[in-house]
């Protein structure tokens, strides 16, 4: 490790879970270049660019790099293939560790290295949007440690009851504008509509990375949490 400066682990760092497509280079635990785009479907053609400029911009090639981190799921099922292949690749490519981060692990420390939890707020609640009123969720603390279990959950006015109960908990994530309608009032309850960021990756990223959690480059898939159903046209064959 330390191919970069000072002896400090590099990083490259890819999103692509939701609507949103971001990549980001690492430096120890600084975000030292970022790009993300939010256009609709353009994950495939934006994530490879991105990438191939942050190197540029650094002066790096991905063989300098100590590691590549991807999301790993839950989320976007064309997303998230986009993002692994294109990891799959520089790790094959540069020889270097294949590193997955989860999508609700990277909302909750974005909730933190952003300074977005409410004072006293000790309870942090990813959402990653579903179809209709459902959302993949889990629970985390205010340090980032999951204290749930990552399940797809539909929402109604029952919701997370006994966490509001107990206090502030922040939800955050590209699925809470439908839980904020349902929960409008609720002085426990905080929102922040988001998707998650390539730069809040890099705390749990390093962590795995330090501890030896390191992928099967070969054999590693996605965690979808539920199966891809393709649906077909109405449109007749002629």
Do not use: W
């Not at 309850?189 to 749990?204: E, G, N, T, W």
């Not at 990375?209 to 007749?236: C, H, M, N, Q």
Request: proline share 4%.
């Amino acid at each position: 490790m330390g191919k970069y400066k000072n002896g400090k682990p590099v990083l490259i760092l890819i999103e692509t879970s939701t609507v949103a497509c971001s990549a980001a280079i690492s430096c120890g635990n600084r975000i030292i270049g970022y790009k993300e785009s939010d256009e609709p479907k353009a994950h495939a053609s934006k994530l490879a660019v991105f990438i191939d400029d942050l190197l540029r911009e650094n002066g790096i090639t991905a063989k300098d790099c100590d590691g590549v981190a991807v999301s790993k799921g839950p989320g976007s099922y064309t997303g998230l293939r986009v993002g692994v292949s294109t990891a799959k690749g520089i790790s094959f490519g540069g020889g270097i560790p294949l590193i997955s981060v989860g999508t609700l692990d990277t909302l909750a420390f974005q909730a933190i290295t952003e300074k977005l939890l409410p004072e006293g707020c000790r309870r942090i609640v990813p959402m990653i949007d579903a179809r209709r009123m459902e959302v993949y969720c889990s629970e985390f603390d205010e340090k980032g440690n999951e204290t749930g279990e990552t399940a797809a959950v539909v929402l109604d006015e029952n919701s997370f009851r006994e966490n509001l109960a107990a206090g502030k908990t922040l939800f955050i994530g590209d699925g809470v504008e439908k839980f904020s309608e349902i929960m409008a009032g609720n002085a426990n309850a905080y929102f922040v509509q988001c998707c998650p960021k390539a730069s809040a990756m890099l705390l749990p990223a390093l962590r795995n990375l330090e501890e030896g959690i390191i992928e099967d480059t070969a054999y590693f898939e996605p965690f979808y949490l539920k199966e891809f159903v393709a649906t077909k046209s109405r449109k007749k064959i002629l």
